[in-house]
DNA sequence: AAAGCATTGTACCGATCGGTAAACAATTTA
DNA sequence: TAAATTGTTTACCGATCGGTACAATGCTTT
């Protein structure tokens, strides 16, 4: 009875959510073929290493999507402005309005964040400097740009948490719009005169 | 050969430490008798019903910390403008310049986290509603208070977690720095004509 | 049909999990 | 000094941990 799940990715796709919900370590082995449907015959013939290779299949494969729907999106989208609206909307969309986690944060704040940190290194500054780029297309100062990017990426992650301990994703659009609008070119929030 | 430490408050900081580093599901018991140097026997002398009870103290410790050093603040000091002061001042030094993660978000993003949501909720929910607060009280538009509060509290944990993945600790207090000069009175930093 | 590979279920491994029991030592109280 | 109280050590419990072994099953190719 082979090919009860039809693909690998598949699979991640469902690790990726248990991840998410329990944490590295709270994700136990027992829990995975249980919410997988998965032996564990199964599963380490996916993934040989085991726990481990799951998780980095699954940081992999949302760096992948993050690289195809967001990074790449800020770097070939002529008009800047535009960029930043499938950013945010891509966004808003991808963590479910602020019922879903970011998973690269969840390991960032687990014990498992050492074993993992090239991948959430990669993530967070691959997203920083495209976002930063993108900005300075849109408007703003050179010299603003690095800071404002991160003030955004880590004002998404910090509007997750926050949601998920208020008990109100609403909490997550409500920052998302303000983190959007400090993207508006300088000029238009702030006199030029000293 | 009893009193080996000094006293439960001193278990409590050193507990806080581990799950800090290890999160809560990270944080096994036999992680925490090798770091804190106590027995089984003594841990569930100071904490009956174990780790869940450990982890209650220290969130417990944690929220009454902030309530008197923070949110009473941010209510008492007359002058607003000072009392934000304080409050970033506070802040930068006790997550250690972005050395140290907020064990709130850390379980927040874990999967204990709905087994202490009321901590987690009580501590956010007041934070931001003396926060908001202080930001009337300083010139804020009375409309955009809890909004900026949230965008506050959430940039800050989100700083935490960019600091700890980018592994550069400076991030956090950038971010810090961008979020303390959205507290400026709003007709300083927005031309008011439409 | 036969062979070969991909996939799965099951049983099992040693290690560790959170937690308990109870004897015992130190300190405080009477 | 004797009795409680407080704190510690040690050994142990059943359950679960991550991981392995391997036979069996399905599918694909020939």
């Known amino acids: 009875m082979s090919r009860v799940v039809a693909e690998r990715r598949d699979v991640i796709a469902m690790l990726a959510e248990i991840f998410r919900e329990h944490g590295y ?3 136990s082995l027992s829990l995975i073929t249980e919410k997988t449907g998965l ?3 199964s599963l380490y013939h996916f993934f040989p290493r085991g726990k481990e290779e799951m998780a980095e299949a699954v940081l992999g494969d949302i ?11 800020l770097r070939n989208t002529e008009n800047a402005e535009q960029a930043l609206e499938v ?4 966004v808003d ?4 309005q602020g019922r879903r986690l970011c998973l690269m944060g969840v390991i960032a704040a687990s014990g498992a964040h050492d074993r993992f940190a090239r991948e959430l290194n990669g993530y967070f500054s691959d997203w920083r400097a495209d976002l930063a780029v993108t900005l300075e297309r849109n408007g703003t100062p050179r010299a603003e740009c690095a800071a404002l990017a991160e003030e955004i990426i880590g004002g998404i992650q910090g509007a997750l948490i926050l949601a998920r301990s208020l008990d109100d994703p609403g909490a997550f659009g409500r920052v998302l719009a303000r983190l959007q609008t400090r993207c508006l070119p300088y000029r238009e929030k702030r006199d030029t005169s000293g």
Not at 63 to 73: C, G, L, N, P
Not at 87 to 90: H, L, Q, V
């Open 25 to 27: 370590d709270g994700a």
């Open 39 to 41: 032996g564990k015959g």
């Open 63 to 73: 760096a992948a999507w993050f690289r195809t729907h967001i990074f790449d999106a």
């Open 87 to 90: 950013m945010f909307a891509a």
């Open 93 to 96: 969309s991808y963590f479910r």
